[in-house]
């Protein structure tokens, strides 16, 4: 891949890495709707995280898209504090008390599910994207970590609906088996 000033920032490459870019700032909007309207504080608290990480995946991607203007080889920091951070919200947020009041907690429920399908359009994206960095040894290492990345968010959001809907159908007085 050529990396001359100017070269490696259009055509189909530069088109992946600004779909990218899209896709972090619906993430972040859509988490930061997920967490005004989260009713629990841990949940609250979870859609909040998530939505700073989009953010800093937007800063990192427009950061790699300077770098390759630049013509310098891309890099990717993710610091170890939000490694560790993204494990305080693996165990369950919500409580069968709250899960029995229904109606509340199923909007939370659809947001977990809807972050579930922006977390799998990112990563099938991201994998896109690394077929297209083929050859640039940083780049595709910077793809993998984002894809990583991004496999962290959706393993947190699947644990939690996971335990959401075994507490849902334990409490559901309608399960006719
Ligand atoms: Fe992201
Ligand atoms: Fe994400």
Do not use: C
Not at 57 to 80: F, N, S, Y
Not at 87 to 115: D, H, M
Not at 118 to 128: D, S, V, W, Y
């Amino acid at each position: 891949m050529k990396k001359g000033p100017g070269k490696a920032v259009s055509g189909p490459l530069a088109e992946g890495w600004k779909q990218a870019l899209m896709n972090e700032v619906e993430g972040r909007e859509f988490y930061r709707m997920a967490a005004a309207n989260a009713r629990l504080d841990g949940v609250r608290q979870m859609f909040t995280f998530l939505m700073e990480e989009e953010e800093r995946h937007r800063e990192a991607i427009l950061e790699q898209i300077g770098r390759m203007a630049e013509g310098k080889p891309a890099r990717l920091v993710r610091r170890a504090a939000g490694k560790r951070e993204i494990q305080k919200f693996r165990s369950p947020l919500f409580t069968p008390e709250f899960v029995a009041r229904g109606k509340n907690a199923e909007g939370e429920a659809a947001a977990l599910s809807i972050g579930m399908t922006l977390e799998k359009r990112a990563i099938e994206q991201f994998t896109a994207l690394r077929r297209k960095v083929k050859g640039d040894a940083e780049a595709e290492k910077v793809v993998a970590d984002l894809i990583a990345w991004e496999r962290d968010h959706l393993k947190l959001l699947a644990r939690q609906y996971e335990q959401f809907r075994e507490m849902y159908w334990e409490e559901a007085r309608f399960w006719p088996f």
